[in-house]
Structures are given as structure tokens and as C-alpha cells.
């Protein structure tokens, strides 16, 4: 099977930098995809790494290392609005079609 | 306009009951999808259809069954309603490419309270 682990909590005041990791066991996949998620509100895609290295997109970049089976979030310049869970995903090659499966969440409190 | 829609945003039943939710999405996809989310925030896949095909079935109590009457829709009908369903559903839908990447575009969800 395949599993996504995250920390489950993370703090940091506004203007800092954070990075959420993604450590994962899984045989053979796409690529990992990473979600936010605000209380109360729908997962929303954030990115996605196909191939190994960093992927930037604003104030967020995303890394991939299939060597390490490891990835990971990295939120700069934090504002408040960022507060929310993030969620890994991976959508694997032998788990089914489409089968987007996630990591165990990390909420994320940005304080002032 | 709303991408992926789902009503109702909450539903409140008593056990033993049958509830449906239901399910649009305007993208054009032709994949949708079922999540279930728990309280402590674990979202897990429960159904997926491809073209009106369902093609993800998990580990789901047969109290669950799925339609899609066209590629648009995607309702969740729930018999016999137990305590342990409360969670949240989410319904989403992304391309169906074989290949790399789909985004998924989830609805706002459903808060399911099971009394």
C-alpha cells in the first residue's frame, strides 16, 4: 500500500519561513501533489512535482526527492491568511485510476 | 460560478435513516470523485467514475452506493445511516489523463451528523 506522513502541527509567526515535510512508502508513482485546506473549506491545489527537484510558485515552493522518498511544502514570507492544514498527495501507478491518495495533514498556525 | 457543487452543505439525520448527496461539477471533466474526511482531518478516497464508469471502489460498506447518471453528476446515496458516517464528503472531479498530473477540484463539502 502506499502511506504519506506529515507532521501534525506546525507554528510560525507572520513574515517567517516554514517547510512541511511529506515522508512516503510508495511503490511506483506520478508525482506528489500538495493541497491547502482553511477550516471549513474544500481542499485546494496548491502544487505538484513530476520530477525530482524544486518547484516554485510565489511565496511556495515544493521539492521532490524519490531517492529519499521524501518532499516537502516551503511557505515564505507567511502571512496570516496561511493558516490552514496542507496535505501530500501521491497518485500511484499500480493503485487504480486516478487514485489520488493523502498524507496525514499538517495544520500550519501562523501567529502575528 | 461554482466549479464543483454539492447540497446539501449540511445534513443532520438520525440513525437508520437514507440520505443522498448530491454532486456537479461545470470543468467539463470526466472524473469524479468521492472523499470521506473524518474528525481528525484524514481525507480518503471512496468512490471515482470515469466517463459514467465507476473505476475506484474502496473498502466502503455496500450501505454506500454511488451514480452517475452523466459525466457532470456524481450523487452519494447512504442506507441505513450509522453513527460512525459523520464526517464531511467531498465531492471533485479533474481530468481523467492517464499520465502526470490532474488537478482536482474539490466541492465545499457536505457535513454529514449522524444523531
Known amino acids: 500500500g502506499q502511506s504519506l506522513e506529515q507532521p501534525s502541527e506546525v507554528t510560525a509567526v507572520e513574515g517567517a519561513i516554514v517547510q512541511i515535510n511529506c515522508t512516503y512508502q510508495?511503490?511506483?508513482?506520478?508525482?506528489l501533489s500538495w493541497y491547502q485546506q482553511h477550516d471549513g473549506g474544500a481542499p485546494t491545489f496548491l502544487s505538484y512535482?513530476?520530477?525530482?527537484g524544486l518547484e516554485e510558485t510565489g511565496r511556495f515552493s515544493s521539492f521532490l526527492s524519490r531517492s529519499d522518498s521524501y518532499g516537502y511544502l516551503l511557505l515564505q514570507e507567511l502571512q496570516m491568511k496561511d493558516s490552514a492544514s496542507y496535505f501530500c498527495a501521491v497518485r500511484g501507478m499500480n493503485t487504480g485510476f486516478q487514485k489520488l491518495v493523502f498524507g496525514t495533514g499538517t495544520r500550519l498556525l501562523v501567529s502575528p | 460560478d461554482t466549479a464543483v457543487s454539492q447540497t446539501p452543505k449540511y445534513l443532520v439525520t438520525q440513525m437508520g435513516n437514507d440520505k443522498s448527496i448530491k454532486c456537479e461539477q461545470n470543468l467539463g471533466h470526466d472524473t469524479m470523485y468521492w472523499y470521506k474526511q473524518d474528525s481528525k482531518k484524514f481525507l480518503k478516497i471512496m468512490f471515482s467514475?470515469?466517463?459514467?464508469?465507476?473505476?475506484i471502489n474502496e473498502t466502503v460498506p455496500n450501505r454506500f452506493s454511488p451514480k452517475s447518471p452523466d459525466k457532470a453528476h456524481l450523487n452519494l446515496h447512504i442506507n441505513s445511516l450509522e453513527l460512525g458516517d459523520s464526517a464531511v464528503y467531498f465531492c471533485a472531479s479533474s481530468h481523467g489523463r492517464t499520465g502526470g498530473h490532474n488537478e482536482q477540484f474539490f466541492g465545499p463539502g457536505t457535513r454529514l451528523t449522524v444523531l
Open positions: 467514475y470515469n466517463n459514467k464508469e465507476l473505476i
Open positions: 510508495t511503490s511506483g508513482f506520478y508525482g
Open positions: 512535482n513530476g520530477l525530482d
